[in-house]
């Protein structure tokens, strides 16, 4: 008898602006990733994929003292709402779903300058 | 004994040692009777109030009284500096501007940068503090120990540009040895909005405080840059610490983005989260057409001829000029708009092409108002003509969305509020009330006429709670940096109202520290814990990270107090509707806030320990905050009996 594991399926991972320089990127406009991952990946499990390909967008995206956690850096989005609004960090995905990652704004919020 | 007017030199060995980072006075200025006098101030009064945003809320609570409105001669104008102000650490140059404000009538606290901290600082001052209404135009010129009213007939109808223009040449300077904050026309005609700019593109721009300076007829502060030394108790930490922030701030993945750009990657960012307002909050979504990669921080900056423009002792990527590269004005020298520029010169008003936008941001500084509200106006007024509120007939023009010229055109209106500008010249609640109908509809502004900053809150509900909760005229805890640090979750769901609530009370307190340090915000985007470290290095004292905060949320404690004083109470808390109301497209489509307004107000006074009743710090928040003193004038003698 012969048994057969569910197809995968691919998550798109978009990568914006300055946040894309961590995975070889130059800092602006889009890189897209395509992550093939069984059925039934969380958020994490595809950020992690992604992460252990690019060290430096480890460091910016995951808390250094909590590594289940992200850290301040990088504001992660599905399907264009941001984590907490559908989903959380282990929320299955499905297929053809697309993960943002954008750089998380601290700036002009109080001055002209 | 000791003659009066003289120090003998007993008196200067028993006085108190003045802690590293001071000058240790107050220059005093009283416009009414043209009287100038510096003032040293205690060191125990630095050690509570340190400088900037808490020596202004001092000021404003001994000695504006309840009736002395924005507009009245008791009213105090204090531009601050603070303990960094002249030190090596990145962006010390600026000033904090503490007054009673004429969109709130309350307290406010707004900064710029460039030199003028620097320089006064320098010549031996800690801070101006302006009294008084002055009989005839005049400007402040300071040169060390030589300070004088000037008249100032000469200046009037100057922009902010042509004014600095015009006092280098009169006083002949060039360069960074002048700096000069001054008004434009805007705060010339007492416009609500006006702002104070200086050291060509530097704007201390919220809750109206061109308008109190153009009441007191003050046209313009000069400060040559002094010559005296400033101490710091602990020269090598200073610099120790000073290059600590420096690292963190070029590394730091959130930070290096500010480090590189300033806040011109804010655009695609905060489109991206559906909290760039777009056409006065009718959509979140960029038209079709247009290319957000031209929004790029990259491309905005390299689509200009530009050139550095940094603040003393600043070494960030941050402040530029930039020329005109095609268009009617090709050739002209600009500001780089900061975000704020780019969303209320752009954005709100429908307008997408970035020179043009650049453009006229740099317009609007030189009548100087404060971009955000002019956005607000003058996408009410753009939005209430195409839905017929407001006719050609009204305004005396057609004026469509993205209309540079015509936007420059109504700026220009309400500067010398001619027509319909002299409405407009109120602001746009006033401006909305006042018209009534339909039109008051579509108007952005909050209870306590707060100018919202140039975002759309609806996606940002964090801003939103704290631009109508806050004490000072704007955000008053601004958005999350690094809130790990404080034992706060990294990211929290923006449409959970609990979440948000509690973390807009937890955070309050840093931007207030941050505003009396005399360093530029964006170089405080940093660790509270280096910044008390650097703090403790140039003064001596034991800072930590803890007392910082503690220290801020004094001085919010203060504003509040103050504003309550003033008759601004909880009654005022709330967004317009159109504010409050639901986006209908992007990323935050359909998140409403209005149904959970109550719960997250009971929620966020929980959290800054102040009665949700009357708005009043309760007693026991006061004594932790080391201001038990206050008790009796906030609560009554009786309670402070108990």
């Known amino acids: 008898v012969t048994t057969r594991s569910a197809p995968p399926i691919a998550v798109l991972v978009e990568v914006l602006s300055w946040v894309n320089k961590f995975v070889g990127g130059p800092g602006t406009g889009e890189i897209a990733l395509t992550e093939e991952v069984e059925r039934g990946a969380t958020v994490r499990a595809v950020l992690r994929q992604v992460t252990d390909r690019h060290p430096e967008l480890e460091r910016a995206l995951w808390d250094p003292d909590r590594p289940r956690e992200l850290g301040d850096n990088i504001e992660v989005m599905v399907n264009n709402a941001v984590l907490g609004v559908s989903h959380d960090l282990d929320s299955e995905l499905l297929n053809g779903d697309r993960i943002t990652l954008l750089g998380q704004y601290m700036g002009g919020a109080w001055w002209d300058a | 004994m000791a003659h009066a007017g003289v120090v003998t030199a007993t008196e200067e060995r028993t006085a108190p040692a ?7 006075r107050l220059l005093r200025v009283d416009l009414g009777s043209g009287r100038t006098w510096s003032e040293p101030w205690a060191p ?7 400088g900037g945003a808490g020596l202004g809320a001092k000021v404003l609570w001994e000695e504006v009284p309840p009736e002395a409105h924005w507009d009245h001669p008791e009213n105090r104008l204090v531009l601050a500096t603070g303990p960094f102000a002249g030190l090596p650490v990145w962006g010390t140059g600026g000033l904090t501007v503490v007054t009673r404000g004429a969109m709130t009538d309350g307290a406010t606290s707004t900064q710029a940068n460039g030199f003028f901290g620097a320089n006064l600082k320098v010549s031996g001052y800690d801070a101006i503090v302006i009294q008084g209404q002055a009989p005839a135009w005049v400007y402040l010129y300071v040169h060390g120990d030589q300070v004088e009213l000037r008249d100032a007939t000469g200046l009037l109808g100057k922009d902010t540009w042509e004014t600095q223009d015009a006092l280098n040449a009169e006083l002949g300077y060039s360069g960074h040895m002048l700096s000069v904050y001054s008004i434009g026309p805007a705060g010339e005609n007492l416009v609500r909005f006006a702002a104070i700019q200086g050291d060509y593109g530097h704007v201390a721009s919220k809750n109206g405080v061109g308008a109190v300076m153009g009441k007191k007829r003050l046209k313009a502060v000069a400060i040559v840059r002094g010559t005296r030394a400033i101490r710091a108790a602990d020269p090598r930490g200073v610099i120790a610490a000073a290059d600590e922030i420096a690292y963190d701030l070029k590394t730091n993945p959130a930070a290096r983005t500010l480090y590189e750009y300033g806040t011109l990657p804010g655009v695609v960012n905060l489109h991206g989260l559906g909290a760039l307002p777009i056409k006065n909050y009718t959509t979140s979504v960029a038209p079709p057409g247009v290319d957000m990669k031209q929004w790029e921080a990259p491309a905005l900056r390299n689509g200009f001829d530009h050139r550095g423009h940094q603040c003393s002792a600043c070494g960030m990527h941050h402040c530029h000029m930039q020329v005109l590269p095609s268009g009617k004005y090709k050739g002209q020298i600009v500001d780089e708009p900061e975000y704020e520029g780019w969303s209320g010169a752009g954005w709100t008003i429908g307008l997408t092409d970035p020179v043009a936008v650049s453009w006229l941001n740099t317009q609007i500084d030189r009548a100087c108002v404060d971009v955000n509200e002019f956005g607000w106006l003058c996408g009410w007024v753009m939005e209430c003509q195409e839905k017929g509120y407001i006719t050609e007939r009204d305004l005396g023009f057609r004026l469509t969305w993205g209309d540079a010229e015509g936007a420059n055109r109504l700026l220009q209106m309400i500067n010398r509020r001619e027509g319909m500008g002299d409405l407009l010249a109120e602001g746009v609640k006033i401006a909305a009330e006042r018209r009534g109908g ?9 209870g306590k006429n707060a100018s919202p900053r140039g975002h759309d809150h609806r996606a940002r509900w964090d801003e939103l709670l704290d631009t109508c909760t806050g004490s000072t005229g704007t955000l008053e805890t601004g958005p999350p940096v690094f809130p790990t640090e404080l034992g706060l979750p990294a990211r929290i769901n923006p449409f959970d109202p609990d979440q ?5 009370a937890a955070l309050n307190g840093r931007r207030h520290f941050e505003d009396s340090l005399g360093a530029c915000i964006f170089t405080t985007r940093t660790h509270v814990e280096l910044l008390a470290r650097a703090l403790s290095a140039a003064t001596g004292w ?11 949320r004094r001085v919010g404690a203060i504003f509040r107090a103050f504003n309550l004083r003033c008759g601004i109470g909880t009654d005022r808390e709330w967004p317009s509707k159109r504010y409050g109301s639901v986006p209908v497209d992007g990323p935050a489509q359909g998140q409403a806030i209005e ?8 929620v966020w006074y929980e959290g800054m ?3 949700r009743r009357t708005g009043r710090p309760k007693p026991e928040t006061l004594e932790a905050l080391g201001l038990g003193w206050m008790i009796p004038a906030v609560w009554g003698q009786e309670a402070a009996r108990k």
């Open chain 2, 18 to 24: 003045l802690p590293g980072g001071y000058a240790g």
């Open chain 2, 44 to 50: 125990e009064d630095m050690r509570v109030y340190l």
């Open chain 2, 438 to 446: 339909p039109a008051a509809e579509c108007a952005i502004y909050t």
């Open chain 2, 500 to 504: 948000v609530a509690r973390q807009v």
């Open chain 2, 542 to 552: 034991e800072w930590t990270r803890d007392e910082a905060m503690r220290f801020g």
């Open chain 2, 595 to 602: 149904k959970h307004w109550d719960h997250m107000l009971d």
């Open chain 2, 609 to 611: 320990g102040y009665d």
